[in-house]
């Protein structure tokens, strides 16, 4: 079975400062992956992905995230966070071996932008 | 293109009752999944439907279940409910079945059992 794991449920930033957020996963064969953002009172929107290609994977609003087969990381940065970087965070996997749009996720990491 | 919707937006219920949720995917869409956020288990898998069949099922027992019609709108049902079933129902759809197929998330139902 896969899994995923965020390391720190809850990360805090200066505003202007590296955003770096850890996701792990675990799976038998190189999975797809996900980061999603979530603000408050609302659903859940992609930021990027990555299936197949080049590792390094440009997303919105300035993230980006770098798959790594060999550390089985798939970790989110952003060079300089913003005030409505305020949200959490969730990482996910899919295999691409099974049929359907089954997603498992993180625990999630909820970010804390200070001024 | 107007995005996902469900209905309602919240609801609170007593134990043993059951409730029915409901998702309206975007325009097209044929695939529409279920995932369950509570604050102990995170987000999880609830199912997924395409072309109104069931095509992927997460673990959880069978006082959940779904359906999907020919217009590619959703319903969730959760029977004899309990107080762990508290948490954000969130829908989401995506143009077809398959892990490359970008999944767009609705707003949730925040279902609350008292």
């Known amino acids: 079975a896969q899994s995923v794991t965020q390391l720190g449920s809850h990360v805090s930033v200066s505003e202007g400062a590296l955003v770096l957020l850890r996701c792990n996963y675990s799976s038998s064969v190189p999975p797809y992956l996900f980061w999603y953002v979530q603000y408050p009172n609302q659903g859940l929107q992609l930021l990027l992905k990555?299936?197949?290609?080049?590792?390094l994977v440009k997303g919105i609003n300035g993230f980006e995230a770098e798959f790594k087969k060999s550390e089985t990381s798939f970790h989110l940065t952003k060079p300089s966070a913003h005030m409505s970087d305020a949200a959490e965070y969730f990482c996910a996997v899919s295999d691409w071996r099974a049929a359907g749009n089954k997603l498992t996720f993180g625990g999630g990491t909820r970010v804390l932008v200070k001024p | 293109k107007a995005g996902v919707t469900q209905t309602p937006r919240y609801l609170i219920k007593t134990r043993g009752q059951q409730v029915t949720l409901s998702c309206s995917p975007i325009s097209g869409h044929r695939s529409v999944s279920w995932y369950q956020q509570t604050p102990g288990q995170g987000l999880q898998f609830l199912f997924e439907y395409f072309s109104e069949t069931q095509r992927n099922k997460g673990n959880f027992p069978g006082r959940f279940s779904g359906r999907q019609f020919s217009n590619s709108r959703s319903e969730m049902n959760v029977s004899t409910l309990e107080l762990g079933d508290s948490a954000l129902y969130l829908c989401?759809?995506?143009?077809?079945?398959?892990?490359?197929?970008?999944?767009?998330f609705g707003p949730g139902t925040r279902l609350t059992v008292t």
């Open positions: 989401a759809s995506s143009l077809a079945s398959g892990e490359t197929y970008e999944q767009y």
């Open positions: 990555y299936t197949t290609g080049a590792t």
